[in-house]
């Protein structure tokens, strides 16, 4: 059974730091490109990083420079740290395996307000 389980969400001041982590289990992750996608209140659900199985990434054009993606092949995890964080930032943070293959976590909520 695929699952992909996030964690790290939660509510952080402008200018702020959160670092968001998706356990795999079911899949060989380390040959599958993994993706961040974020949906805001309102909007469609957009990549905002991705990593391929040999670690080249992609960026949102909106988070370049602030957010990085990161995997770990042993233990089937992927990371975002995501720094200089702004309200329009906030959104509902859902990891991705294997682009269409339509395998999703729950998703993980990052509000960023003061």
């Known amino acids: 059974q695929v699952q992909l389980v996030e964690s790290g969400g939660g509510l952080v001041h402008p200018g702020g730091s959160l670092r968001l982590s998706c356990a795999a289990s079911?899949?060989?992750?380390?040959?599958?490109?993994m993706g961040w996608y974020r949906q805001a209140p309102g909007k469609e659900r957009e990549l905002a990083a991705a990593?391929?199985?040999?670690?080249?990434?992609n960026y949102a054009d909106s988070v370049k420079g602030r957010f990085t993606i990161s995997r770990d092949n042993a233990k089937n995890t992927v990371y975002l740290q995501m720094n200089s964080l702004r309200p329009e930032d906030t959104a509902v943070y859902y990891c991705n395996a294997g682009k269409n293959l339509g395998i999703w976590g729950q998703g993980t909520l990052v509000t960023v307000s003061s």
């Open positions: 079911g899949i060989i992750f380390r040959i599958v490109t």
């Open positions: 990593i391929t199985s040999g670690g080249s990434t």
